[in-house]
């Protein structure tokens, strides 16, 4: 369950500030799009507020990246260079966590991600970011992973080495310093 936090009229300011910055910064993630369509998209669901404002206290660097085919939502993805610093070191999700005997890690990617309100992204999204830039070039990040999988035991995970994006799996239970979670919202 999503755990909302009411931001203040200063809090909520800041953020908008940090996102419309980012925003004409990087116009190459979102050139169909402008800042007025996408504040007033915002307003007119202001529940997501408290998700952006997550993604971006854990070190996300949330932006736009487009809109989401055939709804025409807009499309928010942690777009921090490396794994975002506040969601590493977890391993995939609640069962993997349970399943760890010693040495758990405080959360899971999936849960932490819930309590968020927002969702990790799958291989094909993953590899459309990195079609915008370069990502994960020191760090990973977990990707939603489909069931086969995940009932194996497994869980995909993504980075980028050697100029190639490449797409791996590991147990569900691990985690690693330097592995994290990459979110997406749309509004």
Known sequence: MSKA???STAEKE???????????KNMH????????????RLNVHPNKWSSLYQMEE????????GRVTGSGAIRFVDCSKESPKGRRSLCYDRDALESRKK???ENSALDLAREMGISLLNEEQYRNLQELEEFDLKTS???????RIRNLGGALFG???FDTVFIYHNGAESYYAARGFRGQLEI
């Open 5 to 7: 936090i009411d931001l």
């Open 14 to 24: 800041a953020l908008i500030k940090k996102l419309k910055v980012r925003f004409e």
């Open 29 to 40: 993630r979102h050139a169909d799009l402008t800042w007025n369509e996408v504040i007033d």
């Open 58 to 65: 854990t070190g996300g660097e949330p932006d736009v990246v």
């Open 103 to 105: 040495f758990k890690p």
């Open 141 to 147: 990040s977990w990707l939603d992973t489909p069931d």
């Open 159 to 161: 980075d980028r080495r």
